[in-house]
């Protein structure tokens, strides 16, 4: 267990429609990221928050959107969603140390979009 | 265009066997790490490496970071059912963005 949670676990939804996701991140994590994992894409890089700013982007598409809340949870916003939009996304969270960067992951949410 | 590379993308071996797994860039990274993540969960770290030439082990698994910090390698010795998994590279480009590999699917039968 990472200690960092995410909810829910599995979301089939339409598409056109919107979804939210939610992170927590390990205790004492100041940082946030998100990522999607697909068969054919890998693990891609979304965006990273930092203490509730956004610190770096990745491959965010425009109908995505995350943000960062006061108490560190985060939540990615996904709409007007597409079948390709299915895919595993993570979210991981560090202690914020530049350096080794390293990351602790949740167990992910599958979005399936029919 | 992937900053990471990693070799060989698929690798099913019999158990007891030895394994090495390459992730290569022409990008110089301040760290790199190492993740498994099995079927339905999340990357699990392994281990982080800093400094050029380091190298790590962690029972049977061996990690090494190229002198240049431009590449690493993951060596298994004696592998065992429980190391099937997806084997990801991470590298840190500077303060602002971990990069990961395009991944080893390693599959050890009994």
């Known amino acids: 267990d990472s200690g960092v949670t995410q909810t829910p676990k599995h979301l089939i939804t339409a598409t056109g429609q919107r979804v939210t996701l939610r992170c927590s991140p390990r205790?004492?994590?100041?940082?946030v990221y998100w990522y999607q994992q697909s068969l054919d894409q890998g693990l891609q890089f979304l965006i990273q928050y930092y203490n509730g700013e956004e610190r770096a982007k990745g491959n965010i598409l425009e109908r995505f959107s995350a943000q960062q809340f006061p108490d560190l949870h985060s939540e990615l916003n996904l709409s007007s969603l597409e079948l390709g939009d299915s895919a595993l996304y993570f979210c991981a969270s560090s202690a914020g140390s530049a350096n080794t960067y390293e990351q602790y992951f949740g167990p992910g949410t599958r979005l399936t979009v029919t | 265009t992937q900053l990471l590379e990693q070799s060989p993308q698929f690798l099913s071996i019999q158990e007891g066997e030895n394994l090495t797994v390459y992730c290569n860039s022409s990008?110089?990274?301040?760290?790199l790490q190492w993740y498994r993540q099995e079927p339905g969960e999340g990357p699990v770290l392994l281990v982080t490496?800093?400094?050029?030439?380091e190298v790590k082990k962690l029972k049977r698994l061996t990690f090494q970071f190229g002198d240049a910090r431009k590449d690493s390698s993951l060596h298994i010795t004696a592998a065992q059912p429980g190391d099937t998994g997806l084997y990801l590279c991470?590298?840190?480009?500077?303060?602002?963005?971990?990069?990961f590999g395009t991944g080893t699917r390693l599959l050890v039968s009994p």
């Open positions: 990008s110089v990274f301040s760290s």
């Open positions: 205790s004492g994590d100041l940082s």
């Open positions: 490496v800093v400094t050029g030439g």
């Open positions: 991470a590298g840190a480009l500077g303060f602002q963005k971990l990069v």
